[in-house]
């Protein structure tokens, strides 16, 4: 075989590999999105486990990553589920998969972010490591927004982080709010995928929801018309958080007739 059709064919393969990765990672995403939208966690981990063979099978690196964000949203998903069990489970694969993430490419913001990330998935497991473990998540997150601050992920962390970090450690629901915004409109700008992005959904719940933690309800279900509007099949947001919020309207509304 002559050098240049051995050169063909490496072309050729390394093509193909790349666009099975590709399919493959549009598949994984829609079928996060669906979980998340189903609040269905057993598929979430079906999907995790099918992408966890692809990176033993192959060792690339991009699948890898693919891995900690599906084990990152699942991690949230369970802890939103008060199922610390299982988030912690995840966690600690999570982790090590993060480790040689982290090893490959120590200053790459992403990284960082979810580092601090799951950190801040510790302290919800176990608040009483919060002690020990919110300074040092608080350092992460700004590390990684000053390197990039117009990372999604990055720009999340910094969010949740100043969101669900207790005030005596130096977070504020009030300050998050901006961020949040910022991230949003990313999405719907288009400069990330918004279509089977759970994140972008996700983002505007944890508004909605930081605006009810203010008292801002008008604000909060205003939020939750448009996750509606967007997605009308995320039945626990339809008709489980959206009535809620509407319910502390007009609550409102009744004690200030008085």
């Not at 890898?64 to 998903?77: H, P, S, T, W």
């Not at 990330?192 to 008008?218: D, H, P, T």
Request: net charge negative; hydrophobic share 40%.
């Amino acid at each position: 075989m002559t050098k240049q059709r051995k050169i063909g064919l490496l072309f050729i393969t390394l093509l193909l590999t790349n666009l099975v990765v590709g399919q493959d990672t549009s598949r994984s995403d829609k079928k996060i999105y669906t979980a998340y939208a189903r609040g269905d966690l057993q598929l979430w981990n079906e999907v995790i486990i099918d992408i966890e063979e692809s990176w033993n099978n192959s060792c690339d690196f991009k699948i890898l990553e693919e891995l900690v964000m599906a084990q990152y949203g699942y991690v949230a998903f369970c802890l939103k589920e008060d199922n610390k069990k299982e988030g912690g489970r995840v966690l600690h694969s999570a982790n090590e998969n993060l480790v040689i993430l982290l090893t490959d490419s120590p200053e790459k913001p992403d990284y960082i972010a979810l580092k601090a990330a799951f950190l801040g998935f510790e302290m919800g497991i176990n608040p009483i490591k919060s002690l020990y473990l919110a300074s040092r998540a608080k350092e992460l997150t700004n590390k990684a927004y000053s390197l990039d601050n117009n990372s999604a992920l990055c720009i999340s962390v910094k969010a949740n982080q100043q969101n669900f970090t207790p005030g005596i450690f130096g977070g504020s629901t009030e300050a998050s709010i901006p961020y949040y915004k910022m991230l949003i409109r990313k999405f719907e700008s288009g400069e990330e995928n918004k279509a089977s992005e759970w994140r972008y959904i996700n983002s505007l719940v944890i508004l909605a929801q930081a605006y009810e933690k203010l008292g801002m309800y008008q604000e909060a279900c205003s939020t939750y018309e448009v996750i509606i509007a967007q997605d009308p099949g995320i039945s626990w947001v339809k008709n489980g958080l959206y009535p809620n919020c509407l319910e502390q309207i007009n609550k409102s509304n009744n004690i200030s007739s008085f």
